[in-house]
């Protein structure tokens, strides 16, 4: 068994070590892919995700063996994309899913760079780099038909600023589901490791025994 895990904007192999040695000590091989290009492009940016996605799903048929994806942040697309082709056992969703929305990206600019950009703008630049929204019918069809419906553990901080907890429970839980929703409650965004360790360690180690 092995672990792909999908690094978000920004986050480098150092952050996710502890992430790793979880699925070292379950016997998991665990490969971290860093999200490449300017500001992380790759994970949101339709040809460019499809393409860094084909490199990553040569390399689980090379591997030939069952692998648990492990997405974290925005790198969700990219995970949605690469378990299209090859399913995975598992999903793990960390800081995550980041919602394909104008207002998460306004949001997610407001966070980061503590700059405050119109939505109207916000859109412009998001047609012109063709990140794709659910308004784009082609896009909305993928990512309704790709999201994962079972076998998905979600894991959120309470103060979290870039997910929509409401968002994840209408589009990700149901009673025809078997995902899990966890909150951890003194987390924000990509620090459930490093906040809540042990709480994250169990139930981590809980799911991909299953």
Request: glycine share 4%; net charge positive.
């Amino acid at each position: 068994m092995k672990a792909v895990i999908l690094g978000g904007i920004g986050t480098k192999a150092k952050h996710v070590l502890k992430t790793v040695n979880i699925y070292k000590n379950k016997g998991i091989t665990p490969t971290f892919y860093e999200a490449e290009g300017v500001f992380g492009n790759s994970l949101y940016r339709e040809k460019i995700y499809t393409k860094k996605s084909n490199d990553i799903i040569n390399q689980i048929k090379s591997d030939n063996i069952p692998y648990i994806l492990h997405c974290i942040s925005g790198s969700n697309w990219l995970g949605y994309e690469i378990n299209s082709k090859i399913q995975a056992k598992s999903i793990i969703l960390e800081s995550s899913p980041i919602e394909p929305s104008t207002q998460c990206f306004q949001n997610f600019i407001k966070v980061n760079y503590n700059i405050n950009i119109s939505k109207s703008v916000v859109e412009f630049l998001m047609n012109s780099l063709e990140i794709p929204t659910r308004k784009d019918d082609k896009f909305n069809k993928w990512y309704t038909n790709n999201k994962p419906s079972q076998n998905t553990l979600i894991l959120a901080g309470a103060m979290d600023k870039l997910i929509d907890i409401n968002y994840i429970k209408k589009e990700y839980l149901s009673s025809n589901s078997n995902n899990k929703l966890v909150i951890f409650k003194n987390s924000g965004h990509c620090n459930i490791s490093k906040r809540e360790y042990e709480v994250y360690k169990n139930i981590l180690e809980n799911f991909i025994s299953e």
